[in-house]
C-alpha cells in the first residue's frame, strides 16, 4: 500500500477541519466515533499493518499512530474548550440580578366561612359577658348522653345515629357534653359558650358528618327563661341585622326543660313571608320565621350530675343553647348546600372571608 502515507494526510486535514468547526460536545463524540471509532478507516489501517510488507511497516505505523495522537490530542483540547464556553455561557444567562426587585408576595389566603362566623358568633356572646371554652371531640358516653339525661333508648344513641369508639367512647354528637364538663370545672355562676366540631352518621344536601356548633350555658341565681330570650335576641339582631325579631316554640330535648325552638324574623321578606311584588319569600318559605336554635333551661336533673360543685337544683338554675354554625352561615349568605363548605373549591370559598 505505497498510497499509505498520502491517505494518512487526507484523513488528518479532513479531520481537523471538522473538529476545528464543530459546535457542540455531541458533534465532537460523533467525529471521534468517526475518526477514532472501531470501524474508523485510521483504526482499520493500524490494525492490518502487519498485512503490508515488511519495509512499509515501520513508516505507516508510526505515521498512524502520530494522526491518531494528533486527532485524539485536538478533540479533546475541542471538548474542554466547549465545555468551558458552554460554562461561561450559562453563568451570563443564569445570573441573578440581586439589585431586582423580589417576585411579588403570593395572595395571603384568608379565613373560611366558617371560621369567619364562628367569631363572629364568639365576639356578640364576649361582649355580653360569656366565654369562651372548648372541649374533646372524642367524648365519653357519659358527657355526651348519661349526664344529659338521654334515656337508653334515646334514637341519637343508636349505633346508626353516632360514630362509636367503643361502648363508652364515641365522637360528639353535639357540643352539650361540655355544659357538665364546665361545670365540674367552674363552680357557679359559669356564663360559657362553647364552639367546636360535632359528628353524627348523615350525609346530604343539609347534613355533613362533620359539622359545628356552637353551645351555650348561663347558670346563675335566678336565672329564667327572659334572660334567654333576652340573649338570644342580642345575639339573633348581631347577626341578622337590627330589625330581628325572635320567637319560642315549645320543643323538646331530653337536658333541658322547658325546651324550645327559637326562630328568627325572616331577614329576606323582614318576617311578613311576601316579597316587593307579592311573591312568597323562598327564605322562610312564606311564614316570616327562620329556626336558628334550640335551647331552654338547663334540666335539674342535668345539675344534679354536678350538684357537688355547688350546682343544687334548687338554689341555681340557667339555660342552655346550641346552634349550627354552617346553618347560620348559609341562611346569611344564601349557601344552597351544606356540603360547599368542605369541597374545598376555592370559587366558592374565595367569594368570602374577606
Ligand atoms: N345539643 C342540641 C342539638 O345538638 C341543641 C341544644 C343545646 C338544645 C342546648 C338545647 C340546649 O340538637
Known amino acids: 500500500m505505497p498510497e499509505a502515507p498520502a491517505r494518512l494526510t487526507e484523513i488528518r486535514g479532513e479531520g481537523e477541519a471538522a473538529i476545528e468547526a464543530a459546535?457542540?460536545?455531541?458533534?465532537l463524540e460523533e467525529l471521534r466515533v468517526r475518526y477514532l471509532g472501531r470501524k474508523a478507516?485510521?483504526?482499520?489501517?493500524?490494525?492490518?499493518?502487519?498485512e503490508l510488507p515488511p519495509q512499509q511497516r515501520g513508516p505507516v505505523g508510526k505515521g498512524a499512530n502520530e494522526v491518531k495522537r494528533a486527532l485524539e490530542g485536538l478533540l479533546d483540547s475541542r471538548t474542554s474548550a466547549l465545555a468551558a464556553s458552554e460554562l461561561d455561557e450559562r453563568l451570563r444567562t443564569d445570573a441573578i440580578d440581586v439589585t431586582?426587585?423580589?417576585d411579588p408576595p403570593a395572595a395571603p389566603g384568608h379565613l373560611h366561612l366558617i371560621t369567619e362566623t364562628r367569631r363572629e358568633i364568639e365576639d356578640v356572646f364576649l361582649g355580653l359577658g360569656f366565654s369562651v371554652a372548648e372541649g374533646p371531640e372524642v367524648e365519653f358516653d357519659y358527657y355526651n348522653f348519661t349526664a344529659l339525661n338521654h334515656p337508653p333508648d334515646h334514637p341519637a344513641r343508636m349505633l346508626a345515629d353516632t360514630f362509636y369508639f367503643t361502648d363508652e367512647v364515641l365522637l360528639r354528637t353535639h357540643t352539650s357534653p361540655m355544659q357538665v364538663r364546665a361545670m365540674e370545672e367552674t363552680e357557679p355562676p359559669i356564663y360559657i359558650i362553647v364552639p367546636g366540631k360535632v359528628y353524627r352518621r348523615d350525609s346530604d344536601a343539609?347534613?355533613?358528618p362533620m359539622f359545628h356548633q356552637v353551645e351555650g350555658l348561663a347558670v346563675d341565681d335566678d336565672i329564667t327563661l327572659g334572660d334567654l330570650q333576652g340573649v338570644l335576641l342580642e345575639f339573633a339582631r348581631a347577626i341578622f341585622g337590627a330589625e330581628r325579631d325572635i320567637r319560642l316554640r315549645p320543643h323538646y330535648f331530653p337536658f333541658t326543660e322547658p325546651s324550645v325552638e327559637v326562630d328568627v324574623s325572616c331577614f329576606a321578606c323582614n318576617g311578613t313571608g311576601t316579597l316587593d311584588r307579592g311573591a312568597r319569600c323562598n327564605l322562610c318559605k312564606g311564614s316570616g320565621w327562620i329556626e336558628i336554635l334550640g335551647s331552654g333551661m338547663v334540666d335539674p336533673n342535668?345539675?344534679?350530675?354536678?350538684a357537688h360543685n355547688g350546682y343544687d337544683p334548687e338554689r341555681v338554675q340557667g339555660f342552655a343553647f346550641g346552634m349550627g354554625i354552617e346553618r347560620i352561615a348559609m341562611l346569611r349568605h344564601g349557601v344552597p348546600d351544606l356540603r360547599l363548605f368542605f369541597e374545598n373549591d376555592v370559587r366558592f370559598l374565595e367569594q368570602f372571608g374577606r
Open 41 to 50: 478507516e485510521l483504526t482499520q489501517m493500524l490494525r492490518s499493518i502487519g
Open 302 to 306: 342535668v345539675l344534679g350530675f354536678v
Open 23 to 27: 459546535g457542540s460536545a455531541a458533534e
Open 206 to 208: 343539609t347534613h355533613t
Open 100 to 102: 431586582l426587585p423580589g
